[in-house]
């Protein structure tokens, strides 16, 4: 299939970005979305022309370093679908693709379509760990966790840190992700020590970094390529309620 | 130069307690003088970062991603191995230790891993105690499966992404000491080389790749925690970043490379689909539990809908060869044994490189909402990927390359021919032999850097007593700007064809020549096209761009002129070494049946390649693999 690209161009985070367009020929429908974009980027190195910047490693949905805005949608809009493992079989010949970076205060333009997502990693920093040290651990079986304890705390785990849930917030708020985390570790027994400076201290970071409010929309979960649930959002809630309530 | 592996003396059941105590310590107060330099961040580099802060050394860690949390360690998938008995069927140390050395097909050092087998234990304490969501059973204890080349269940997973969350507990760990101010973390920022002060590892060469800027950053000890040079194929199942860079360059400043001839090839992945692929994928070995291997018995049937072929008509070719292992049979004979069924006509899918991993037999015995609950997001890879229903119709496998176990030769400490230079994880050489066992990466990436490095490398600064130098005197002068002139050359080319089709040319002569099964013929045609590839590299290739600033093409091209060198000391690594074993099978050197053979008379040993010049042949050591413990057998899985 052919189609044709609008994807945006930015030297860096002080010049101004622009849409710039370009065909993709003989796109096959078992190629990666990437993998249609590597095709397009070696045609522009092949003719002198610098080929767009975009993030991805593991390719495989993982790793959580692609992004793109893909017709408006982060990840392109397929249920739990992370950019690298949409293929070109869900497009159709003919069709014009609009590609853009993730767009929010938090996360500032790189190139292209890279953005800065350090936020993500200050958040953590602030309080997205159980602090111990190596050594000295107790057996791993010596506390028993539930199984529904467990397989939650996994649910909330699988969050890759990819940003999407911010790309898709009308005000770019890291809710979701910092409730995965939260969520994550506090319903743990061996996050309890910490539960309630988590809450608070992560929460603190998010909004220090910009990130806007939440106001459950759910246009997070919709986008996320892990499915991280928007129960979750309740749970840092609660967990954030009751902290303060303790004049934590 | 003699290599010395430094193996403490004693039976191989106290060598490490021996060993940790006649280490010299540091005394408390006294580890915030000595600065440590971590390279990568995955499994290996983030546990060592974060221990090494929280011992109280001041640590900077280096990655190219945009965050600690996305290498590669993080897409494994199955497992990760320890001793704990916890399922009472008859593990111990021992039997992990013995089955790691047997899996290697004894070609790995006894007492490293022996000490792996020892720590793996502590390992999983200290991932529960970090908020690793291990699966659980309903009583609350930790849940086990089994593993290909073990008789026991002593795999701990977390659903399908264990090294994700293995990756997450080390990458939270890490990031509690850059908020303590422990650790200065450096992301987008890739090392270009190794700085070598009075015969001692004391700095590295980097790129801000936002930037672009070339600087240097001086400690006292380097930890090299890179990962492995699966990606030398150009297709492997490793991330498009994966490189060689780091060890490559360190090569070239006097620490050894061994081993390079082992690299694993993964027997459960994706198929090639054209190509444009950029990478392949993965399906965890753990499907083999539940999925059967087969191909049709006869070629005509190789078309037909595999739901029409009849039970008899089919070739479950893995149980029949090996009827003690069946499926679970170790990843170099099962991957062997899928090539060889293709290459007699027999494969499946388009291109016929293909065999079926059919789970009916699975969901019939257990029901479908058991598999889902086993390996749900597998399958949901599976149907993004090809858009089949593998429920439905059985998944179609194809070998590929997966794990290195070559690497930089290290010592029993880790540390390589050049002092103070530490590799760790797949990086080294050290406890895989010849080929890995599943569910043994995670613990070794995590051996290495919670419970093995946080202690030898406190000997090393109380015996070498050497200064940490100034970022700025001459060594490091002179390295940045070998740096630069590289990249400018690569600039300044202005050739015709892009680095990404040289790499998918390398690739493709290394897969062909080098790949699953090698021989001379091939290995010797490999070795003089490679230095016409990178002839034509260096005279051919375009860079777009400049040096200042992003610029993903530049990156790219500086990893794959340093794979340029590194194939030609691969293949001639898979030349030098006439026997097969593990990952390494030579044509010529197979039994009647067409398993491996090995040549313990003459191959006992670990090759350690010494760089020697741009264009000089490197000098081969060898470290001789004395087996004091264990009884060099043949492997069998039969």
């Known amino acids: ?248 | 130069m003699p290599l010395d592996s430094k193996i403490p003396s004693g039976p191989l059941a106290q060598k490490w307690d021996k060993h940790r105590f006649d280490l010299k310590l540091i005394n408390p107060a006294n580890k915030r003088k000595y600065e440590v330099l971590v390279v990568g961040s995955g499994l290996a580099g983030a546990s060592a970062a974060a221990t090494l802060a929280e011992l109280g050394y001041q640590v900077k860690c280096f990655c190219f991603q945009d965050s600690p949390r996305r290498a590669h360690s993080i897409a494994a998938q199955g497992g990760i191995n320890a001793a704990k008995n916890y399922q009472n069927d008859g593990d111990s140390v021992y039997r992990l230790f013995y089955d790691t050395i047997k899996g290697g097909d004894f070609r790995a050092r006894e007492a490293n891993v022996y000490r792996l087998a020892q720590v793996s234990v502590n390992i999983i304490d200290q991932c529960v105690a970090q908020g690793v969501p291990f699966a659980r059973e309903y009583g609350g204890l930790l849940s086990n499966r089994s593993f290909g080349g073990a008789q026991v269940s002593r795999t701990f997973y977390a659903r399908g992404q264990t090294g994700q969350q293995l990756l997450l507990g080390a990458y939270q760990a890490l990031a509690r000491q850059i908020g303590l101010g422990t650790v200065k973390m450096f992301p987008r920022t890739e090392m270009l080389d190794l700085v070598v002060v009075n015969g001692h590892a004391k700095g590295i060469v980097v790129r801000d790749l936002v930037s672009g800027q070339v600087s240097s950053y001086a400690g006292d000890a380097v930890v090299l925690a890179t990962g492995g040079y699966g990606n030398v194929f150009f297709l492997s199942t490793n991330a498009k970043g994966c490189n060689v860079t780091a060890t490559w360059r360190a090569y070239k400043k006097g620490a050894f490379f061994a081993n390079p001839c082992y690299t694993q090839i993964h027997p459960t992945c994706i198929p090639v689909s054209g190509e444009h692929q950029s990478k392949l994928t993965l399906m965890s070995e753990s499907l083999r539990n539940d999925g059967r291997v087969w191909v049709p018995k006869r070629k005509e049937d190789c078309d037909k809908a595999p739901g029409s072929i009849p039970e008899d008509a089919r070739d479950y070719y893995l149980e029949r060869k090996y009827p003690s292992f069946g499926n679970l049979a170790p990843r170099d004979i099962s991957s062997r044994a899928a090539k060889e069924v293709c290459d007699e006509g027999r494969g499946v899918g388009p291109g016929k490189l293909g065999v079926y991993l059919d789970f009916s037999d699975a969901i019939k015995r257990l029901g479908k909402d058991k598999i889902v609950e086993r390996y749900g997001n597998l399958f949901d890879m599976y149907e993004k990927i090809t858009g089949e229903n593998a429920y439905e119709v059985p998944m179609r496998i194809y070998p590929a390359v997966h794990y290195t176990m070559g690497g930089t030769w290290v010592d029993y400490n880790l540390m390589t021919t050049v002092p103070g230079l530490f590799v760790l994880g797949e990086a080294n050489f050290s406890d895989h032999g010849a080929n890995r066992l599943g569910a043994s990466a995670l613990m070794q990436g995590l051996a290495d850097g919670y419970f093995v490095l946080p202690y030898t490398i406190g000997n090393y600064f109380a015996t070498a007593k050497q200064a940490k130098p100034s970022a700025t005197s001459a060594e490091f002068k002179q390295a940045e700007e070998a740096t630069r002139t590289l990249t400018n050359r690569l600039l300044s080319l202005k050739g015709k064809r892009t680095p990404l089709s040289f790499h998918r040319e390398l690739g493709k002569v290394l897969w062909e020549k080098c790949g699953m099964a090698r021989n001379e013929a091939g290995l010797k045609e490999a070795l003089k096209r490679i230095p016409q590839i990178r002839e034509e590299f260096w005279t051919n290739l375009t860079v777009t761009g400049q040096a200042e600033g992003i610029n993903q093409s530049l990156e790219y091209a500086g990893r794959v002129a340093d794979f340029m060198e590194f194939a030609e000391l691969l293949c001639l690594d898979a030349l030098h070494r006439n026997e097969s074993c593990g990952g390494h099978f030579r044509t010529e050197f197979q039994e009647a049946d067409g398993e491996a053979k090995r040549d313990d008379q003459n191959f006992a040993y670990a090759a350690a390649w010494e760089y020697q010049g741009p264009d000089k042949a490197p000098v081969l050591h060898k470290e001789s693999l004395v087996y004091e413990d264990v009884h060099m057998s043949t492997r069998s899985y039969k």
């Open chain 1, 1 to 248: 299939m052919n189609l044709t690209l609008k994807v945006w161009r930015q030297k860096d985070r002080n010049s101004p970005g622009r849409f710039v367009t370009c065909e993709a020929k003989n796109v096959l429908e078992d190629m990666s979305f990437l993998e249609m974009l590597d095709v397009v980027n070696e045609e522009l190195i092949e003719r002198g022309e610098e080929p767009f910047a975009f993030d991805s490693d593991c390719r495989e949905g993982i790793c959580g370093m692609c992004s793109l805005v893909i017709n408006g949608v982060p990840h392109g809009g397929h249920r739990g679908t992370a950019t690298c493992q949409l293929h070109m079989r869900h497009f159709k010949d003919g069709e014009t693709i609009t590609i853009e970076p993730w767009r929010a205060r938090a996360f500032p333009p790189l190139r292209d379509l890279m953005v800065d997502r350090g936020a993500f990693d200050r958040i953590i920093q602030a309080g997205g760990f159980v602090s111990v040290n190596t050594g000295g651990t107790p057996d791993g079986n010596a506390i028993p966790v539930s199984k529904e304890a467990a397989d939650a705390s996994m649910d909330a785990a699988a969050c890759i840190g990819c940003g999407a849930c911010v790309a898709a917030c009308k005000n770019a708020s890291a809710m979701l992700f910092v409730a995965a985390k939260v969520s994550h570790l506090n319903l743990l027994p061996q996050g309890q020590a910490e539960k309630d400076r988590r809450a608070l201290a992560m929460v603190k970071q998010m909004d220090a970094e910009g990130f806007g409010a939440c106001t459950v929309t759910g246009s997070c979960e919709a986008v996320c390529p892990k499915e991280i649930n928007l129960s979750f959002i309740a749970k840092l809630n609660r967990d954030y309620g009751v902290a303060i309530l303790k004049g934590k």
